[in-house]
């Protein structure tokens, strides 16, 4: 079974840049030919909201209130998931959390994977 565990999060200024991690733990990873890698944030009072997703095809997609500010990246053998966030406002404040698609991928500009079969505890992120 395939666990998230983000860190990273933290009390920023706006303007100010974070780096998220998601680390994967367990199952037989390395068994999955073509998978995606996500993440979503939730606000309190707010719907649940794609931030960008990468696929392990290289496909890349981006939310448009993050796009030119956030950059996700994948670092397969270490079976990371990296989310660079520049530019923070405070309407980015909001919990971050992880997800894994472990059989799907994703076309260009798409910012959710297709399904969740993993998802970690999330990581918080508060812009003042």
């Known amino acids: 079974q395939v666990q998230l565990v983000e860190s990273g999060g933290g009390s920023v200024k706006a303007g100010e840049s974070l780096k998220l991690s998601c680390v994967a733990f367990?199952?037989?990873?390395?068994?999955?030919?073509?998978?995606?890698m996500a993440w979503f944030r939730q606000a309190p009072g707010k719907e649940r909201e794609g931030v960008g997703a990468?696929?392990?095809?290289?496909?890349?997609g981006y939310a448009d209130s993050v796009k030119g500010r956030f950059t996700i990246s994948m670092d397969r053998e270490k079976k990371i998931v990296y989310l660079q966030m520049n530019g923070l406002r405070p309407e980015d404040t909001a919990m971050y959390f992880c997800?894994?698609?472990?059989?799907?991928?994703?076309?260009?500009?798409?910012?959710?994977?297709?399904?969740?079969?993993?998802r970690g505890q999330g990581t918080q992120v508060t812009v003042s």
């Open positions: 367990g199952g037989t990873y390395s068994s999955y030919r073509s998978y995606c």
């Open positions: 990468i696929d392990t095809d290289g496909h890349i």
């Open positions: 997800a894994a698609d472990l059989f799907g991928r994703i076309y260009t500009g798409q910012a959710e994977c297709d399904s969740v079969d993993a």
